[in-house]
Every structure is written in C-alpha cells, then in structure tokens.
C-alpha cells in the first residue's frame, strides 16, 4: 500500500528504479503489486531496498507508465487541459472510468498533473515547493484506487467506490 512519504523525493527510490532498468529489469504495477521482469536479475541488496521502498517504487512506476508520460507530455506543451467533470470519464483525457459514476481524472492524468506541479515548484520559492511535496504525500495513499483493477487489484477498491455502508471507509 503506498506511503505517505513524498516518492518524487526518495532520492534511494528514484535512485534504484534508474539502476533496475539501466539493468534491463523492468517495472510495473499489475493487480496492486510492483512486479520487476527478470526477476532472476534482482540481487539480494536489489530486494532489500525495495521492500524498503516499496511504497514509493509503485508511484514512481506508474509515473514511468508511457501512459502517465504521454498525458505529463501533452498537459506540459497545453494540447491537454482539465475539463469539466463528466460522470465516468476523466475530466483531464476523456477516457472512460470502471464506475460510470466516478467523476475527475484517471490515476495518469491525477499522477502527470501532480508531476507538473512538482516541477513547476522546483523552479519557483521554496515555500511553493513545499505546498507541493504535501499535497503529493496526502494523494499517495489513495492514488493507487484512482486506476483500474488490472493496476490497483480487484481486491482494492477504486476511488469513490459506493460501499455497502455509508459509513464504510472505501480508500
């Protein structure tokens, strides 16, 4: 489950994810979990530091996701700007929801804009930079529910799911 941690800023993350694939070793979010192809390449100091950063290596992943750099690429150069919410389809791309009656963006779209912001604040005071990383490290721990069930696993449920109760804690 994600952290509350900043992951843009876990420089060992960051750091790890960039050794794995200069490695050949791919990474992936599938049904919840972070899965690293060829796992037989993975050293024992490799699974140490990812069971450290699991977290935050599941973020990271996603943000890595052609699908989450091809929607940061188009919200940089304007070609795609947040909409008006549309019952079961993301306000940012368009694409449709799992529950017809989610409203805002799919997780890439929500993970591009929140590395647009991380980006613009590393350019500007360090008081705007800070608003950023603490609104990144609130979204973590529900940003996984913001994707599919092939992403997040079935057995997690998405955000703004409707329980059976009311008073159920869906996220």
Avoid: K, Y
Avoid at 113 to 127: G, V
Avoid at 128 to 155: E, K, M, T, W, Y
């Amino acid at each position: 489950m994600p952290s509350r941690s900043d992951a843009w800023g876990n420089v060992e993350a960051r750091g790890l994810l960039i050794d794995l694939a200069d490695r050949g070793i791919e990474a992936a979010v599938v049904a919840g979990r972070l899965v690293l192809t060829p796992a037989s390449a993975l050293t024992d100091a490799d699974r140490a530091a990812i069971r450290r950063h699991r977290a935050d290596l599941v973020i990271l992943a996603l943000a890595a996701d052609e699908r989450t750099l091809a929607r940061l690429a188009a919200l940089q150069s304007g070609a795609l700007r947040p909409g008006d919410p549309v019952p079961g389809q993301c306000s940012t791309c368009g694409s449709r929801h799992e529950t017809p009656t989610r409203i805002g963006p799919c997780g890439w779209c929500r993970l591009a804009e929140i590395q647009c912001r991380h980006w613009r604040a590393l350019r500007t005071p360090d008081s705007a930079a800070v608003q950023v990383q603490a609104h990144a490290a609130v979204l973590s721990p529900c940003l996984l529910a913001l994707f599919p069930a092939a992403i997040r696993g079935a057995d997690r449920p998405a955000l703004f799911e409707v329980s059976r109760s009311p008073h159920e804690d869906v996220a």
